[in-house]
Structures are given as C-alpha cells and as structure tokens.
C-alpha cells in the first residue's frame, strides 16, 4: 500500500523558519506536491517536486530525495497568514492525476 | 479566467438518501479529480474523469459514482447515503495528464443525520 507521514501539528513564531517533513513510500513514484490549506477554504498549490533537489519560490522551499523518500517544506520569514494545514501529497506513476495525500500538517503562527 | 466551482456549497441529507454534486472545472480543464476530505482520515481520492472517461478510481464502495459530460462538468452521486460520508467533498481540475498543477475548487460540505 501507499504510506505517507507528516507530523500532525508544529507550532513556529512570526519571523522565523520552519521546515515540514514528509516521509513517503509508495509503489511508484511521478512527484511530490505540497498544497496549503485554510480553515474551511480548498487547498491551493504550493509546489511540484519529481528530481531531487530543492525548488525555491519566494519564501517558500521544497526538496525531495527520491532514493530516501523524503521531502520537506520550508517556510521563511513567517507570517501570522501562514498558519494553515500543509499538505504532502505523491503522484503514482500510470496514475492519472490521482493525487495520495498524508494527513496535513497544522502549522501555528505565533507572535 | 474563472476558477473551479462546486455546487451545492453546503447540504444536509438524512440517512439513506442519495445525493448529487457537481463540479465545474476551469474553462479548457479536460481532466475533473473528486475527493473526500474527513478530520479523521485526510483528503482521499474518489476517483477522476477525464475526457468523459473514468481513468482512475479509489477505494470506495459502490455507492459512490460520477460521471463527466462533454463540456468536462462532473457530477459524483453517493446513494444509501451512511453517517459517515459527512465530509467536504473536493473535486480538482487539471488540463490533462502531462500538467502536473492541479486546482480545487471550495468544496461541497456535505452533513448526513
């Protein structure tokens, strides 16, 4: 079966880094994407990763190795708005858009 | 350009009755995912449609099936419906299989007494 872990819920303060894990081992593998999600609002695209290595996009970071079934999100010079649900989400191969998500991660901000 | 859009946002249904829901997905979208979003058990995969066909399906009974039509609108209907298909049900648009950028749209909040 297809197993994907995050941490449940970590709490960080305003300004500073936080890095969100996600460990996976899936029977095929075709990219690694992590979505954020508001209370009551849908989830919304954060990042793509298929090759190892890190994806950087304004204060928002995303590595993957494949050979260790590993990602993580990182988050810089947090923002209170930044307090939401992270979710790792793993793409199989022949899979479609079929998308296997973890539970999320809650993320708190802290002034 | 408009975004996804559900409908109903928000319903109640009693025990045993069925239900229909809708999607609309991005203008020029081919390929409509539906998931079920649970406290308990995350956001999981119903299934997805793509160019009228179901290309993949989750792990759930029956009762829950979905259709698209030729201008990519999906349906999914869940009938019998049990206590514990109260969830937020999230249907996701892409333009096709090689784009690896998936939208949602707000969800329908689904509550069953």
Known sequence: GQNIDQPTEMTATEGAIVQINCTYQTSGFNGLFWYQQHAGEAPTFLSYNVLDGLEEKGRFSSFLSRSKGYSYLLLKELQMKDSASYLCAVKLTGGGNKLTFGTGTQLKVEL | ?113
């Open chain 2, 1 to 113: 350009k408009a975004g996804v859009t559900q409908t109903p946002r928000y319903l109640i249904k009693t025990r045993g009755q069925q239900v229909t829901l809708s999607c609309s997905p991005i203008s020029g979208h081919r390929s409509v995912s539906w998931y079920q979003q649970t406290p308990g058990q995350g956001l999981q995969f119903l299934f997805e449609y793509f160019s009228e066909t179901q290309r993949n399906k989750g792990n759930f009974p029956g009762r829950f099936s979905g259709r698209q039509f030729s201008n990519s609108r999906s349906e999914m209907n869940v009938s019998t419906l049990e206590l514990g298909d109260s969830a937020l049900y999230l249907c996701a648009s892409s333009s096709g299989e090689a784009a690896y950028e998936q939208y949602f749209g707000p969800g329908t909040r689904l509550t069953v007494t």
